[in-house]
């Protein structure tokens, strides 16, 4: 299983959350979503993981982010 964690800014409440959560859960081969509110990350775990279509999601659900960080 792969796992990846991404920073993620623009996240203020549990609506946040709960986008980013729906929005990276819908991309091919996402086994589960973590979203650290506090931390302003997001951990992504599935198989086969396209990380731009992760990273597309997050923009989509309105946020900004960055490049993955060391799991």
């Given at each position: 299983m792969d796992e990846k964690r991404y920073r993620v800014t623009g996240m203020t409440?549990?609506?946040c959350v709960a986008g980013?959560?729906?929005q990276v859960s819908g991309v091919?081969?996402?086994e589960e979503v973590?979203?650290?509110l506090?931390?302003?990350t997001v951990l992504v775990r599935g198989r086969a993981l396209d990380d731009t279509a992760v990273?597309?999601?997050v923009v989509e659900a309105g946020y900004?982010?960055?490049?993955p960080?060391?799991?």
């Amino acid at each position: 299983m792969d796992e990846k964690r991404y920073r993620v800014t623009g996240m203020t409440c549990g609506h946040c959350v709960a986008g980013v959560m729906e929005q990276v859960s819908g991309v091919p081969g996402v086994e589960e979503v973590r979203v650290d509110l506090l931390g302003g990350t997001v951990l992504v775990r599935g198989r086969a993981l396209d990380d731009t279509a992760v990273r597309t999601a997050v923009v989509e659900a309105g946020y900004t982010v960055a490049e993955p960080l060391p799991v």
